[in-house]
């Protein structure tokens, strides 16, 4: 079955640098990536995603790139806010249904 | 639009007990996931249901069911449980496929 690889597990940058985590897939027929933000306590929410027909996409300082290739999909946070301090998940999905098969989560701290 | 619900939210069960946790998703969203979260393991899929049937399945053991009723309300039901059974259960909901909304989570204690 699909599995997803995520790294690093633990992330510390410092204010106004950037972030990046790295995943991998291990299903070809993947062909939906999104990623998911996790603040302590509460819900994980949708940040960004990309399907596999984009190589690229990106949202004011969050962008996403996936290699298709080489089954592998990044998430990069420019000009880090302490805000940005959280969880991040990334995930794939294949076609037809709604199988979502997450990574391990990365624990980025953003440090003043 | 109201936005996925779970109850409840927070459950404290002994060890060999049956616990049914609830999940209410967006209006109109007909696709239910089921994930259990622990530390260090991140989001462990469980299954899904799309239209009262069920579409996929995780690797879990069998003690963990679920349904999904006509109004796309659907349940999970955890039997004998164990104290590795611990963790917070978060349901999430989707139309069109794909894009998942997530409820609050319920967390269960198993002691």
């Known amino acids: 079955g699909e599995n997803v690889e995520q790294h690093p597990s633990t992330l510390s940058v410092q204010e106004g640098d950037s972030a990046v985590i790295k995943c991998t897939y291990s299903d070809s027929a993947s062909n939906y990536f999104p990623w998911y933000k996790q603040e302590l306590g509460k819900r994980p929410q949708l940040i960004i995603d990309i399907r596999s027909n984009v190589g690229e996409k990106k949202d004011q300082r969050i962008a996403v790139t996936l290699n298709k290739t080489a089954k592998h999909f990044s998430l990069h946070i420019t000009e880090t806010q302490p805000e940005d301090s959280a969880v991040y998940f990334c995930?794939?999905?294949?076609?037809?249904?709604?199988?979502?098969?997450f990574g391990k989560g990365t624990r980025l701290h953003i440090l003043p | 639009k109201a936005g996925v619900t779970q109850t409840p939210r927070y459950l404290i069960k002994t060890r060999g007990q049956q616990v049914t946790l609830s999940c209410s998703p967006i209006s109109g969203h007909r696709s239910v996931s089921w994930y259990q979260q622990t530390p260090g393991q991140g989001l462990q899929f469980l299954f899904e249901?799309?239209?009262?049937?069920?579409?996929n399945k995780g690797n879990f053991p069998g003690r963990f069911s679920g349904r999904q009723f006509s109004n796309s309300r659907s349940e999970m039901n955890v039997s004998t449980l164990e104290l590795g059974d611990s963790a917070l259960y978060l349901c999430?909901?989707?139309?069109?496929?794909?894009?998942?909304?997530f409820g609050p989570g319920t967390r269960l204690t198993v002691l």
């Open positions: 249901y799309f239209s009262e049937t069920q579409r």
């Open positions: 995930a794939a999905s294949g076609s037809g249904d709604d199988k979502i098969i």
């Open positions: 999430a909901s989707s139309f069109p496929p794909n894009e998942q909304f």
